[in-house]
């Protein structure tokens, strides 16, 4: 059953990167530099930098942690992915950080 959830993971994981990718430009206009700037503060002070990314990466990090709330993964979920994806165990404040900055208006 472990195999079969972290395929599913990736699976999951790949095609929000996809979706990304091909929604990349409408998501960039939409962006609010204030909100990513109080993201990336907010991950910073409570020590829920993404190991080896860029700010820009941990933005798109937030944002796609983001769409999956907004597809329905649930935040617990939502936080063992960013946990396992990104090789660290502060995906509760990374979540968190992303959906009080990045989006709001999610009600999970």
Known sequence: MGTARNHLRTFAIATA???????GA???ALADPGA???FLEQIGLTNATLPGR???EMV???YITCGHL???TSVLDE?????QTYHF??????????TTNLCPDFAG
């Open 54 to 56: 860029t700010a820009p």
């Open 36 to 38: 990513e700037a109080s």
């Open 70 to 72: 907004r597809g329905g």
């Open 79 to 83: 936080i063992s992915s960013v946990e």
């Open 60 to 62: 798109e990090a937030g």
């Open 17 to 23: 990167l996809a979706f990304t990718a091909l929604a």
């Open 26 to 28: 409408g998501a960039t």
């Open 89 to 98: 165990d502060q995906g509760t404040l990374f979540v968190s950080a992303a």
